[in-house]
């Protein structure tokens, strides 16, 4: 339930180009946060994303350096 929230909220975001906030939660210390951040800006198709995705791929959570070299790829 938790992560659907999350997920709405970071979806909300994304729809109203606060493209920055999530860029921004990629640096939260919650794994699941950043994890939400890289996936909902990997989503909204932004050239903005790009840069801090390339970032992500030197987090400590190697889920979601994982995550993010799908999502560039992709």
Request: glycine share 6%.
């Amino acid at each position: 339930m938790f992560e659907n929230q999350q997920t709405n909220q970071f979806s909300e975001i994304a729809s109203s180009k606060g493209i920055e906030k999530l860029i921004q939660a990629l640096e939260d210390g919650d794994w699941r946060i950043r994890r939400l951040a890289a996936e909902t800006l990997g989503k909204t198709g932004d050239p903005k994303a790009v840069e801090p995705l390339i970032q992500a791929l030197e987090d400590n959570d190697s889920i979601l350096r994982k995550l993010a070299l799908k999502l560039l790829v992709e």
